[in-house]
């Protein structure tokens, strides 16, 4: 019996050392991939309910991690938070998104980005590891604001183009430093979307106040929604809500026509899911772009 308990301990401890030695291993893998250049962004299509044309994309983060392939953002977002490094590469989505609008402009291509943004991202607090190059002129001290003034000013983008897509646990825990922001944001005319919407626990009062355009419906009231008259009463519920706040509602994850059917019938504004298209590198985007504006 001892042998076994001193055979199981060490088990334990190895298979604990182990995913310490994992996490430290991505730590360290995560540092440098900002400077070797192994993020990438795919996007994926929204589309206007009603007539079905692409309006904008969503960026969506990858990591094409050496061996490994291309790593999805669950994997190592996490990571990226604990450590801080949320923030420059935060500011490296922006950056990236920028360039990409400004390229667009120039090509005739009229879609907008949303980016993700973290909390971490909204904090007042700049880290040593702080993405944001260039102080802006009185813009404060937020390196979100430094990042998109800086981008945006470099690649000539129209701030409508822009779209920042945050959670409602972001909004809620930085109540005062985000309202700010978002007031400044909103003065310059970029779009601010709160995400996942349904899944926290935003007041309805406090969310009146917030300077926010959009709402998108979370996924998981999407997936059911034809078959489960809960799901449907929830989708239902904040389509009329947000309407009467004269938000739009862009529901994510469809995946169905039936879905989309419903969506259209109910008025929501937008759509995004793999009933419509899937995330795609930006050469397999424009190509699908195209062909669907000679449609
Ligand atoms: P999200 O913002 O809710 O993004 C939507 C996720 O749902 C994406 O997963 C997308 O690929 C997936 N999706 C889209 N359509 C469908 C569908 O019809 N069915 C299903 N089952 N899934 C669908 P992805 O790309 O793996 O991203 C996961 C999450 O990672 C995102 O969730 C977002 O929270 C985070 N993320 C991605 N990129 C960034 C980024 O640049 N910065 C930050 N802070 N977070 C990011
Ligand atoms: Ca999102
Ligand atoms: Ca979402
Ligand atoms: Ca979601």
């Known amino acids: 019996a001892k042998a076994e308990g001193r055979s199981g301990y060490r088990f334990y401890t190895s298979a604990m050392n182990?995913?310490?030695?994992?996490?430290?291993?991505?730590?360290?893998?995560?540092?440098n991939a900002l400077e070797r250049n192994e993020f990438v962004l795919h996007y994926q299509p929204k589309i206007d309910v009603a007539s079905g044309r692409w309006l904008a994309v969503e960026a969506l983060l990858r990591w094409d991690r050496p061996g490994h392939g291309l790593v999805p953002p669950e994997q190592?977002?996490?990571?990226?938070?604990?450590?801080?490094?949320?923030?420059?590469v935060g500011a490296w989505v922006i950056e990236a998104a920028?360039?990409?609008?400004g390229a667009w402009q120039r090509a005739g291509v009229p879609l907008g980005i949303a980016v993700n943004v973290s909390a971490r991202q909204i904090m007042r607090v700049v880290r040593e590891q702080g993405g944001a190059t260039a102080p802006a002129a009185g813009g404060g001290g937020d390196p979100l604001w430094l990042a998109m003034t800086t981008c945006m000013r470099a690649h000539q983008v129209p701030p409508g183009l822009l779209e920042f897509e945050l959670t409602e646990s972001t909004l809620m825990l930085h109540v005062d430093e985000t309202n700010a922001m978002l007031l400044r944001l909103k003065s310059l005319g970029v779009g601010l979307s709160i995400d996942d919407f349904g899944t926290g626990y935003s007041s309805l009062a406090y969310l009146r106040r917030l300077p926010i355009d959009t709402l998108k419906i979370d996924g998981q009231f999407i997936r059911d929604l034809t078959s489960n008259p809960d799901d449907a009463a929830i989708a239902l519920a904040i389509l009329r809500m947000a309407h009467s706040l004269k938000l739009k509602v862009v529901a994510e994850g469809v995946e169905t026509q039936a879905q989309l059917d419903w969506l259209s019938q109910q008025?929501?504004?937008?759509?995004?899911?793999?009933?419509?298209?899937?995330?795609m590198p930006v050469d397999v985007l424009e190509q699908a772009w195209h062909e669907h504006e000679a449609r």
């Open 76 to 88: 190592f977002i996490p990571a990226l938070e604990d450590t801080g490094l949320i923030v420059p």
């Open 267 to 279: 008025g929501c504004d937008q759509a995004q899911g793999y009933f419509i298209a899937r995330p």
């Open 98 to 101: 920028c360039r990409q609008l």
């Open 18 to 31: 182990a995913r310490v030695l994992e996490k430290a291993g991505l730590e360290a893998a995560l540092r």
